[in-house]
Structures are given as C-alpha cells and as structure tokens.
C-alpha cells in the first residue's frame, strides 16, 4: 500500500515536472495574422491554398517596445480573389461529382499570402502544423490530412514555401508561380505547376521581337525572382541572335517614387520603341500610373502573363500609352458554373468576402461602423425611420452589375490554371484511394490509406497522374513538374467605344519543333506608334436589316522599327561605333573593288581579278574590256591617217619614178631613196596592227614591223647622211687648198708688181699647178657602200628581232592594275631588255644619221638634200622625246593611240622634211632640176680689189669653183 502510494506521488512529481519543463522549454514565439477560407470539419482530406487576395502588408508603425503582432494586409486585388474562388468552386465541384472520389470530400484550407513572401511563410507554417497557431517541425491536432498546397502565388512566394516543403516531401501545385529557377528539382523536389516554366515564354518572346527585326530593345523586370530571371533567359536569348538592349530597369517591390521616377525618365530619352516587361500586374501598376502622367506615348510594350489581361494594369487612360501591346498568355477555357458561383457569393459568409464586398460597393456590412461614419459625417444620429444608416451595405447588391475584373469570366487564364491544379490534386488522391493491394507503387505493392497517407506517398501520385480537364477536354500531365509550353499571343487593340479588349493574334507551343512552335497573324496586328500606316482600308457598306448587321472597317498596320542604327543597305558594311552596343553602328561604304549583297553585312567582299564592284556597290560585274578598236571613232582616225600617209609616200615614190632620170633624183642614189619611202609604207602601215584586240600575231607583228621600218629607214638616211658629210668634208679641204694657192699667187703677183715687170710674170703657170695640185678626189664611199650600210644595220635589227620572237615574243595580256574599272587588253613586251636593245638601236641609227646630215647641212647652196635629212631627224627627236611623258601619263587605249599618234608623227616629219623640197622641185621648179643646179654656187667675193690683185682674186675663185665643179662631175651617174 505505501509502495502504491510512493510510486503514485513519484508520478505525480514526474508529471508535474514534465509540464513545467514543456512550458519552458515550448513556447509559441508569435501568433501568426492570417485571412482565409477553411472547412475541414467532416472532410477526409484537406487541400490547401494560398492566394494574393491581397496586395501588401498594411505598414507597421515600427515600434520594438511592444509585443511583435503579425502584420495585416492591405490593397484588395479582385482578380486574386476570383482565382480563390475558382479554388472553392472546384472542390465544391469535384465533392458532387460521382466519378472522382466519389467516397471522399474535400476540405480545405486557404491563406492569403498578401503578395508576401512572409506571409506565405507564415501559412505554410501553419499548413504543416495542421493548427491556427504554428509550431515548426511538429504536426499538431488530430484532424484530416492535408494533401497538397495550392499556390502560392507569385514565384518568389513559391520559392519561399516550396523550400520549406520540400523539407517535409510535401506535394506543392503552383497555378502561377512560373520562375525558371523552380525547375530545379534539387532545391525543390515536390514543386509541380500547371502554368508553362518562364524558359517557353523567354523563348517567345525572343522569337517575337526577332520575327519582328527589332534589334534595340528596352527590358523592365520586377524585383523578385519572376522578373530576374525570366528577363534574364530573354536578353541570353535575344543577345545571342544579335539583338541589343537599350536598357535595363528594376520594379521595385516596396514602394518608391524615386525609383519610379528613374525608370520613366529613362524609358522617355531611350530610343528603344520596343519594351519587354517581365513582371506582375501589381509590381507593374505604378509605372503605368507614372507613364500616363508623363504622357509617354509611341512605345510597344511586350507583356508576360503576369499582366497581359489583367484589369489591374489595363486602367483608365491607358489607351495612348498601352494600345498595340503583344504579349503572351496562358491557355483559356471557359469553366461552366463558375460565373454563377462568383454572382451568388453571401457576403456574409467570413471576413474575406465581407472586405470585398465593401471594396466593391464602397460600403460597410458593419452597422455600428456605418452608425459611425454617419456621426463624424452629420454630427447627428438622426434618421428617418427605416432608413439604413449612411454607408450600410444592404448585402443584396448586384455583382453583375459592376462588369468588375472579379467578375469577368472571358479572360480565364490563370483562373483556368487555378481550376487545373485543384483537379490534379483531386485525380491524384483518386488513385491513390483507388489503389490496390498488392499492386501499389510502394514496397511489396503497397498502397497508402486515404485517410492517413504521407505527403511523399500522395507526391508520388501527383507526379504521375495524367487526366483530361472536364468541358475542354483538355490532357494534363506533367514532365518534370511542368506542363506544355503554350501560350496565346494577344494584342491590346481599340473597341469601338475605346476601351481596350484583347485580340487573339497568334500563338506560340515550346513543345514543337523549332520552325513550327510560333504561328502570328500579323494582318491582325494594330500597332500604336506615330508612324502608323493604313495599308489596307476595306470598308464594306451592308444594309441595316433585322440582324443588326452593319459596316465595318478593317485597318493593317505596319510594325514599329525599334533599331539603334538603321539597316546598312547592300553597298555598305558595318562600322562599330567605340563604347556602344554592336546593333549601334555606323554604315561605311565599301571600297571601290568590294561590295556587300546583304543588309547588315559585317565585311565587304573582294571582287575577283576580272570583276568590279558597280555603282552601288552591292554586285560584282564584270570589268569593262578595253582596247583600241578599229570601229571606234579614234581608230577609224589613226586608220585614215595612216592610210592617207602610206598613200602619200607611195605617191612620192610614184613622182620620183616619173623623174627617175633627172639630175635631182639620180643624185645621191635613187635606190636608197625608194627603200626610205618603202620603210615609211611600213612605218604607216604598222601602226594600223596596233589597233584592234590583242592578238599573238598583232603583237609580235607590230613591234617587229615598226622596229625593222624604223631601221630601214634611219640606215637609209644615215648611208645618205653618210656620203653627204664625206663630200662637205672633201670639198672643204679642196677650198681650203684653193685658197691657199690663191693666197700664194698674190702674193707673188704682188712681188712681180713691186719688182715693176708685173707683165713678164707666168700667173697661169703658178694657178694650173695649184689647181691641178688641190683637185678633190672621188667620193670615198659609193651607192654601194650606202646600200651595204643600209642593208647592215637593218639586218642588224632583224637578227635581234628574230632572237627576241624566238626567245621572248610579244604576246597580249589582261593589265588589271592599271585601272581599277577596266580590264585593259595590250601587248606585253615579253622582254624589257630585248624592247629596249631593239628600240635603243633605232635611237643610236637615229643619232648616227643626225650627227652625218648635220655635218654636211651646207654642202650645196641650190638644193641641199643635207639639210632635209637634218630637219627631218629633228622632228624625229622631238616627236619622240615628247612621246616619253605623254605615253606614261595615259593608260588604256590612249596609251596606243599616242604610241600610234608618235609613228604616224614621225613618219609624216621625215617625208615631208625630206621628200617634200625634191617634189616641189620636181612639179612645180622644174628648171631648177638641172646638172648646174646640183652644184656648188662660187662663194661671194670678201672686199673689193683693184688691178691685178683683184684679177688674181678672180682666177682663185675660179680655180675653187672649177675644183668643186670636177668633184661632182666626177660622179658615176646612177
């Protein structure tokens, strides 16, 4: 009895103890604030939810003296609230359906996470606490299991709860919570999405702007990991196919004028038309309020579908600023009942739906409170009788009537996904209700009991379940925890009473193939921009009949050009301009000999050898071909010319025929004569070879023909100059004798004449010795010695130019370098040494027979053929000479034709200084063509003497005249 007693009192002591120790050691640190919807009384398996009803926290007054109390929220969102009703219709929904868990009502457990990421930790603490109060790590109560969460929300609070929860294997179905980053399913294990991963909606709207050509883009992102890392995925794809971004701006998520202020400032001087948000509507709304103060206009926005249909964003005024915006949104259905549940909601029914219903009609449902505002407005509490206070909600007034975002069913978007996700969590307890032993995903076939299941069992069935939505028909099924990356294109247009309704345009399935995954209407685009351009107007003007039918208008724009640096046209390249992106460029034209055929071209390309770029720049064409042509104007010239001057010599030759006998053509031997006009016929006649394309032949034809012409023609005048110079020198010498003996006859006349018998002395004696002593000889070198020195020296030059043809001929070429535009045919020497030895030889004959013809240029005072040859020789240097700069200043065919202009030149000089003197003697003077005629005149007498000096004078001049007489008598006759 005492040990009964003493082990009663030591558990007593034990039990006491154990209380005080869990009281201290167990203590709740902070009551958590949180609004929502729960019912769990009766229901097998709870689902709970979490939702963004609100905006924001309600601030805090920051006081740390006082105990910490959770804050409240603050801003009601309609659109997040009808998503929690969705919730609510469909457990509703799936509980009277017989075909899934017909044996199982659904409770739930719904939290507003206040579009907070402490908030959403607070409710997930308490969802895993199973209690209004939360204690980490510990499952407290004894009520249903709570299958799956909901939500919640916004990626940031998805990432928050999904850490936490992946702790525990608890199964997480996020409706909008679309971040890359959550694909991770190291970090988060048991995060699944019925809305597509943000690396689909990257990829799109990367596409978009290129399908556009939009290289100068603008990006704004909301500061949370939604906007950081879906802009992110989008600039790694749209930097990559050369698309720049103008700039980049950050939402702030706590409010900040100042930031707001930053942002509009730069989207305003930016010259980017196109801009990318990545962001939610809540985040976005004050931009968009500061932008319409601003009045920005002409920009096109690209929206994610975190605000691409959302009222919140779409407010008054924002027609200017938002009409023509493209952005990208979730698959729509419509979900029959769900209007009717939203119209029917009792105001009454908890605190949630009281805020929004005084939200929504400005009023209070709480009478003292409207009791209240009716003092502090009239300072009285009188009222009729019957009458409601002022401000007092009447609980019967109509939704529908509002046309509010919460009740607007044609956008159900993310509220189609929040249908979705309530469903794949219903087909998962399904299966794992209708399991069956033995044949269970668990060890040895197991199957979990639906009444007490853990969460890593259900998170089985939720990875794997697949099932068809109900109405639409619609599979779902999960890779990875995601579903099928498609998304509607939609673009913000005008109604006719100007507000703004959302056009299906296009749309866009990351699951296809990569040609196949975006399809856009663009004739159903209507862009706002200030370059707006009516390319179609279609009016069809239809009688007004019972139907209501009546015209319309239809209107295609065209796209906005957002670019730093407009296109380089074909002709131009690229030039990066220092320090600035790669799409901000200047276009350079490209060189003369390159071109570029595409826009935008990085390089200019070289033109091959026989092409030229044109005018433009953007097309090789072939060079001109040039060379001088025998039909053009300038050769029909040279060719007459040179006709005319062959013409002529033969002429010359035909006259010195005719008079081949007289004095004047025999002089000086005839033959040498006609072989000088046969070498000017050449030298007329080659030129014309010079002419015309190019050939082996020509080339070789010409150059040889003009060098042995030439070299006839100048041994010819040398042998001539040759003979003449002989002669001047002979008959100097007889002269200068001559006068000697006269100079000694007068003096010994003198002598006599001072003895005083100037008579006795024997004059003609004393002269006939002088004479006979001073007698010139014949010539030294005879017509054959002419002909032999002719002959020599122009063999001389054909043996060269043999050796030249044989060893390196002439043969044309393409000269490329000399002018760009032009491929210019000509001749190539084959040798610079042998064209120069050649040519040097016709120069050292030319000289040869100047110095000869100069020496005797005053041999004869009535005809001096001398003289002829000189001038003639004279007008060959200088023709010659002068040719030198005037050929290495031109290029192409005028090269030829000064060359030709040089022969033709020279030629006409040497007939005419030569040949012209005889044939005016021979047709017009023909009595000066006489054997006389051909002799020297005595030279005039110096001073005057008197008596016998000046007879002496005479005889000597006689005597001289007789000596130069007999030396050209003495000449063989031809």
Known sequence: MKMRGFLLGLLCFFCAY??????????????????????????????????????????????????????????????????????????????????????????YVIYDSCFTISKAVEGTLTYLTGQDEAVPNYRCGNGPPLATLVGAGGSDLSIATARILGLYHFPQVSYCSTCSALNNKFQFPTFLRTIPNDLHQSRAMAQLVLHFGWTWVGTIAAADDYGKYGIKDFKEQVEEA????????????VSSPEAIQSIVQTVVESTAKIIVVFSS???????????????????????????????????PGVNSLLSGTLGFGVKKADIPGLQRHLL??????????????????????????????????????????????????????????????????????????????????????????????????????????????????????????????????????????????????????????????????????????????????NESIVWNNEELEVRYFIRTAMLVSCDGMSSYLLFISKPPRSVCSENCEPGTRKGIRQGEPVCCFDCIPCADGEISNTTNARECILCTGDDWSNDAHDACVPKIIEFLAFGEPLGITLIVISAFGALVTIAVGVVLMMYIGTPLVKANDALLSFLLLLSLVVTFLCSIVFLGEPQNWSCMTSQVALALGFALCLSCIMGKAA???????????????????????????????????PDVIVTSSNLNDTAALDKPEVDILTFGHQRAIAAVATLIQAVACTVWLIILPPHPVKNTAAQNVKIILE???????????????????????????????????HFSEAKSMTFGMLVFFI?????????????????????????????????????????????????????????????????????????????ATDVNASFASTAIDDQPEN
């Open 879 to 955: 023709v010659w000479i002068s040719f030198v700069p005037a050929y290495l200043s031109t290029r192409g065919k005028f090269m030829v034709a000064v060359q030709i202009f040089a022969i033709l030149a020279s030629s006409f000089g040497l007939l005419t200084c030569i040949f012209l003197p005889k044939c005016y003697i021979l047709l017009v003077k023909p009595e000066r063509n006489k054997e006389e005629m051909m002799k020297p005149r005595p030279k005039p007498k110096d001073g005057s003497s008197t008596g016998t000096s000046a007879s002496l004078a005479t005889a």
């Open 827 to 861: 001749c190539d020497e084959g040798s610079v040494i042998f064209i120069c030895c050649i040519f040097a030889y016709d120069i050292l004959l030319a000289l040869l027979a100047f110095i000869f013809a100069f020496t005797a240029r005053k041999l004869e005072d």
């Open 18 to 107: 154990g209380s005080i120790w869990a009281e201290s050691t167990c203590k709740l640190k902070a009551k958590f604030n949180l609004n929502g919807y729960k019912n769990v009384e009766k229901k097998r398996v709870v689902i709970g939810g979490m939702f963004p009803v609100h905006m924001r926290v309600a601030s805090s007054d920051g006081n740390t003296s006082n105990l910490p109390v959770s804050s409240g929220c603050a801003g009601f969102n309609f659109r997040t609230f009808r998503w929690t009703q969705t919730m609510l219709f469909a457990i509703n929904e799936i509980n009277q359906r017989e075909d899934l868990l017909p044996n199982t009502d659904l409770g």
């Open 281 to 315: 509507d809540v985040d976005l709304s004050p931009l968009i309020g500061e932008l319409l103060r601003h009045n920005v206009t002409n920009r096109t926005w690209i929206a994610s579908e975190a605000w691409v249909t959302s009222a919140l964003v779409n407010q």
């Open 344 to 521: 029917d909601l009792d105001p009454y029914a908890d605190n949630l739906t009281e805020e929004f219903w005084e939200t929504l009609f400005n009023c209070t449902l709480d009478i003292n409170k409207a009791l209240r505002i009716a003092k502090e407005a009239n300072g009285t509490l009188s009222r009729a009788v019957g009458a409601s206070p002022y401000g007092l909600c009447t609980g019967s007034e109509s939704v529908a009537q509002l046309n509010n975002t919460y009740s607007d069913v044609s956008q159900l978007r993310i509220t189609y996904s929040v249908y979705k996700a309530v469903y794949a969590v219903a087909h998962a307890l399904h299966n794992l209700e209708h399991c069956e032993d033995g044949k269970g995903p668990f060890v040895g076939g197991s199957c979990a009991n639906i009444t007490n299941f853990e969460p890593w069992q259900l998170m089985y069935y939720v990875k794997n379940v697949r099932y068809k939505m109900p109405n639409t028909g619609e599979e779902i099924y999960f890779e990875d925890g995601d579903i099928e990356g498609f998304y509607d294109i939609i673009n913000w247009q005008l109604s006719d009473n100007r507000e703004i309704i959302y056009v299906t345009v296009g749309h866009y399935n990351g699951s296809a193939a990569a040609e196949e995954r975006m399809h856009i209407r």
């Open 242 to 253: 050369g698309v720049c971004i103008a700039f980049s701006e950050t939402l702030p998520k």
């Open 723 to 757: 003979v003449l110079m002989l002669r001047a020198r002979a008959l100097k010498k007889a002269r200068a004798k001559a006068k000697a003996a006269a100079k000694a006859a007068k003096a010994a006349a003198e002598a006599a004449a001072n003895r005083g018998s």
